[in-house]
Structures are given as structure tokens and as C-alpha cells.
């Protein structure tokens, strides 16, 4: 026992539970094992978990929450009551087949919940689901991210309420049985969880530029600690909204492609004219002309006008993508403005890729100028 005034409190705080709950009546589910072979199982877990809120104003809840709050290794856990408290209650009621007390089924389920507590570190992972897009087997996007088929149940098994937050017939389409699912080691007595909708996000941002596809994930997404549920939230709105077009599946190429730009959408951090380039042509995925013309307008100019004007950067995206017409540039298309953001952000540096640029299409000027030279002499 690494705690022993934990354990003092977390035993009160069971005992007080099982007081409030002892002789209430608990649903059962009906099982047959084998013929002439039946079972009456509990719910407990269903119970508690929807009885959890009649608790969390007791003092003994109070005290164990106050107890957790001064422990160095509880501080990853934002909502200690229904990411620690909660589930040791369940697994003690579980150990008693109800609510009547036995003192090793406590002992046991503490043992347990100090074992993650008071661990070398905690294994997290966010997942959301996933519209526009499908993919046929797992698909890794980088370090403990990946995109993989949805299996039946497993939302449901740790979220009971998660079909109700679930996209409109997902599990059921082809192009809506798919999770984006992020996975992380957090050191002993880290504080706080990764920023799972922004890591996600610059995943559907990687995609969409990869694919062109309208591929969109949550609308909220599912955390888990150590196997246990941790929290719910929302996705970025940008990366919650489905954009119109028509679903794709992700190949291989494709995602290597994603996996690539992933990284490097942190290079915007450190350049305006890039997220501004970013911004504007994921906007332009949910706009009609003439609005959407005009985004990927100014999405071009930031991204290679270097303030020398739209006439720049269409010559610029040209020589970039190695188009012998700059005109179709001048009023782009998303497609053309999508290449163009790949082609930039694989390259790396967006001020050393403008001089290049530049100095690839005055190099081109100056041969043909001799060219001509050379056939006047």
C-alpha cells in the first residue's frame, strides 16, 4: 500500500456509497451460459454510473476528492470523481455482486486503482469518428496516430451514452466506419493530457490536403486513461464540419502523403503568411463563388505572393508545380491552390522555396533571351 490515508478515505468514501445504495433494487441481465444453465448478472456498472450524481455533494466524496487533489500522481485527472472515484466504486460493487460489503473485494479494487495511480505512467488515447473517408485496414499517420476500422461495440463499451454523439448513421456507410485514434505515453506525475483536438485536427487538415476528400471526424471525441473512459470532448468546429464532395478511400500513397504533412503543419506556427494560406483554402472547402474564389484568391497571395501581388504567386505556383501556363493561377481553383499548399509544405521553408522560385523562373527568362540571342546573330 503506497498511500495509507488514501486508503482511509477511499474506503469511507465506498462505505458511504454502499449506505445510500444498499437495498435499492438493481436491473439484471438474463444470461444462459449453456443449456439448463442460467444467470441472473447485476448491472452495477449501468447503476452507479447513472445514480453517480446523487453522491458528489456528500462529505465523504468531498474529503476524497480533496485527498486526490494534494496527490502529485492524481493531477492528469481533470474530473477525479468520474475518472477515479466513480470506477473504484464500480469495481468494488462489481467484487460484491452488489451492495453488500466485503472487505476484500475493496482491498482488491483499490489495489487496482493505486496500481495506475501511483504506476511509471499512463497510457492515453483519444479517438473520434470519422465521415467522408474509408480505409480497409489500419493506417499509421505518425508516431501513435492512425486511421482504422470502427469495431462494433467498442465505443460503446467504455461510453454508454456515445451512441447518442455519434455522426447519423455511422458503422452503418461505407465512408462512416472509420476512427482517428491517438495514442500516448504520459510520464509519471504529468499533468495534463495531450491536446488531442488539435493534434486530430492538424490530422483532417493533412488529409483533406492529401485526398481532396470530405473527410470530417466527430463531432466530439473519446479519451481513455489506462483503459478506463477519461473524458468527452468536442473536435475543432473546422475539423467537425464534413464539406461537401464525394468519399474516398485512403490508399497508401495518399496516406504516406498525409503522414508527411502532418509535422509540418506546425511550420505555420512560426509563419503567418502560411496559416493564413491554410486557413483560407480550408475555409474555401465550405463556401460557393463568389466568396470561395476570393478565399483561394488571398490563400495563393499569402501562400507565394511574398507581397509582390497575386500576378507573383500565380507565376510562383506555376513554376511550382511545374505548369508552363500561370493563367489558370490567377483565379484558382481549390484543387490547384490544394497542390500548391503540398508542394509547399513538403518543401519546408516557405521564404527559401519564394527565392527559388524566383530564381527558377528568371533563369528560365535569361535562356530564353539567349536562345533568341543566338538565333538574330
Not at 472515484?85 to 482488491?108: I, K, M, N, Q, S
Not at 451514452?161 to 495514442?183: I, N
Not at 489506462?226 to 473546422?238: A, E, T, Y
Not at 468519399?247 to 503567418?272: E, S
Request: glycine fraction near 8%; hydrophobic fraction near 45%.
Amino acid at each position: 500500500m503506497r498511500s495509507p490515508h488514501l486508503y482511509d478515505t477511499m474506503r469511507r468514501f465506498c462505505l458511504g456509497a454502499f449506505s445510500v445504495f444498499h437495498g435499492e433494487d438493481l436491473p439484471f441481465a438474463f444470461e444462459e451460459h449453456a443449456p439448463s444453465f442460467y444467470e441472473y448478472r447485476p448491472l452495477v456498472k449501468s447503476f452507479i454510473e447513472g445514480q453517480a450524481e446523487r453522491l458528489r455533494n456528500r462529505e465523504d466524496v468531498r474529503a476524497a476528492l480533496d485527498d486526490l487533489a494534494r496527490e502529485p500522481a492524481a493531477r492528469v485527472y481533470t474530473d477525479a470523481y468520474r475518472t477515479v472515484l466513480v470506477p473504484l466504486l464500480v469495481r468494488v460493487a462489481e467484487g460484491c455482486g452488489g451492495f453488500d460489503w466485503d472487505d476484500t473485494a475493496f482491498d482488491r479494487a483499490y489495489e487496482e486503482m493505486e496500481s495506475l495511480l501511483f504506476g511509471s505512467g499512463h497510457a492515453y488515447a483519444a479517438v473520434a469518428p470519422l465521415v467522408g473517408i474509408s480505409c480497409g485496414s489500419v493506417i499509421e499517420l505518425g508516431p501513435g496516430l492512425r486511421m482504422r476500422p470502427h469495431a462494433t461495440g467498442e465505443l460503446a463499451a467504455l461510453w454508454p451514452e456515445s451512441s447518442g454523439l455519434l455522426p447519423r448513421d455511422f458503422g452503418r456507410e461505407v465512408d462512416r466506419t472509420c476512427v482517428l485514434e491517438l495514442e500516448r505515453q504520459l510520464a509519471k506525475g504529468e499533468a495534463e493530457a495531450p491536446d488531442a483536438p488539435g493534434e486530430l485536427a492538424d490530422a483532417v487538415t493533412a488529409v483533406r490536403l492529401a485526398t481532396a476528400a470530405p473527410i470530417a471526424a466527430g463531432p466530439v471525441l473519446f479519451e481513455r486513461l489506462d483503459w478506463r473512459p477519461f473524458g468527452i470532448r468536442p473536435v475543432l468546429p473546422i475539423a467537425a464540419t464534413p464539406p461537401p464532395g464525394e468519399p474516398t478511400r485512403l490508399d497508401p500513397f495518399r496516406a504516406q502523403v498525409a503522414a508527411r504533412l502532418i509535422p509540418q503543419l506546425a511550420l505555420a506556427d512560426g509563419d503567418a503568411r502560411l496559416g493564413d494560406a491554410l486557413d483560407r483554402w480550408e475555409l474555401s472547402l465550405f463556401q460557393d463563388d463568389p466568396f470561395r474564389a476570393e478565399q483561394l484568391r488571398h490563400a495563393l497571395d499569402a501562400a507565394l505572393g511574398d507581397g509582390d501581388g497575386t500576378w507573383a504567386a500565380a507565376m510562383r505556383a506555376a513554376a511550382l508545380l511545374n505548369e508552363t501556363d500561370a493563367e489558370p493561377f490567377r483565379a484558382p481553383g481549390p484543387d490547384l491552390v490544394r497542390r500548391t499548399l503540398v508542394a509547399m509544405l513538403e518543401h519546408g521553408d516557405r521564404a527559401a522555396l519564394v527565392r527559388e522560385l524566383d530564381a527558377k523562373l528568371l533563369g528560365s527568362r535569361e535562356t530564353g533571351t539567349r536562345k533568341l540571342a543566338h538565333i538574330a546573330s
